[in-house]
């Protein structure tokens, strides 16, 4: 049975930084991408970063440049958001994607 399961979410003041996690099962994240999306109240979801399956070569959307990381542990099957400098504009519930497979999220809130 393929799950993903995100992690690391919570509450942040701004400037503050958070790790998500999303942890894979039931397939071998070797042979996949793995992208972080994101969707705030009231908007559509949008692709934040990316990384490659084969030289980790990594994609962002201009507003989290500088300021987010992506990587993977693929002998722990799991992807990793580095998120620092966080603004109140990042406030959203972040899912993980490998493969066409979707977590459940994780709630990422940026407030004083």
């Known amino acids: 049975q393929v799950q993903l399961v995100e992690s690391g979410g919570g509450l942040v003041q701004p400037g503050g930084s958070l790790r998500l996690a999303c942890v894979a099962s039931g397939f071998n994240l070797d042979n996949y991408a793995i992208g972080w999306f994101r969707q705030a109240p009231g908007k559509e979801r949008e692709g934040v970063i990316c990384i490659s399956r084969s030289d980790d070569s990594t994609s962002n959307t201009e507003s989290v440049k500088g300021r987010f990381t992506i990587s993977r542990d693929n002998a722990k099957n799991t992807g990793y958001l580095q998120m620092d400098t966080l603004k109140p504009e990042d406030t959203a519930v972040y899912y993980c994607?490998?493969?066409?497979?979707r977590g459940q999220g994780t709630q990422v809130n940026v407030s004083l």
């Open positions: 994607d490998m493969g066409g497979y």
